[in-house]
């Protein structure tokens, strides 16, 4: 089935830096969603995007629908140790609205 | 606004055993998922309902799970009986339903029942 492969798969950051994370398909897709994750929680609705070359702006997050349409960014600027968590990119399958996941990227933010 | 209701939050149980987990949608949510979330990766979809009708259940092992959405709102899904490798956190989401409304794609999700099986 479709895939959306997430990079990178882990990352250690000191507060306060920037940080890029993306989700690449090798199908196209007409929206992209990014979660965010805490441990013992469910994933929370970060940003939806429905055009591509799209930016769309939620606090100090900022998310981008690729141009071609197989891949999406999210940047974080300026991490707070509440950035801590797995983000997760999806995408929706067919017209039943369903989506698939990434496999997560794993934020630490170091104080 | 209320947000997706889910219990038990975790359930310890011997394999072979029966479990049943329980979902109350956002108010107004047509559409209903569940998911199954292993260790380190992103939730799958095991089945979604539209109302009380099964919109899509290919994902899930129905030898042993099971789910229903009798009265088109709240949702259970069972596992008879339960295997090593069903330990895992089971997730419920709700949406919108409509065609013609791009927020319909957003989903939102309860806090999961994280299941252990022994």
């Known amino acids: 089935g479709q895939q959306l492969n997430q990079s990178p798969q882990s990352m250690f950051i000191q507060e306060g830096e920037d940080v890029s994370m993306n989700c690449t398909s090798s199908?196209?897709?007409?929206?992209w969603l990014w979660y965010k994750q805490d441990p013992g929680e469910g994933p929370v609705l970060l940003i939806a995007?429905?055009?591509?070359?799209e930016l769309t702006s939620n606090g100090r997050l900022t998310a981008q629908f690729g141009i071609t349409r197989k891949d999406s960014f999210l940047n974080i600027s300026a991490s707070i140790p509440s950035d801590v968590g797995i983000y997760f990119c999806a995408g929706p399958l067919g017209s039943a609205r369903q989506l698939t996941f990434g496999s997560g990227t794993q934020l630490t933010v170091l104080p | 606004e209320a947000g997706v209701a889910q219990s038990p939050r975790y359930k310890i149980i011997e394999k072979r055993q029966s479990v049943a987990f329980w979902c109350n949608p956002i108010s107004g949510h047509a559409t209903l998922y569940w998911y199954q979330q292993i260790l380190g990766q992103g939730p799958k979809l095991l089945i979604q309902?539209?109302?009380?009708?099964?919109?899509?259940d290919s994902q899930l092992p129905k030898d042993r799970f099971s789910a229903e959405r009798l009265k088109g709102v709240d949702s259970t899904l069972k596992i008879q009986p339960a295997k090593l490798e069903d330990s895992a956190v089971y997730l419920c989401a709700s949406s919108l339903f409509s065609m013609a409304v791009r927020s319909s794609y957003e989903q939102y999700f309860g806090p999961g029942t994280r299941l252990t099986v022994t």
């Open positions: 995007l429905y055009k591509a070359g």
């Open positions: 309902f539209q109302n009380n009708g099964v919109v899509d």
């Open positions: 199908s196209i897709f007409n929206t």
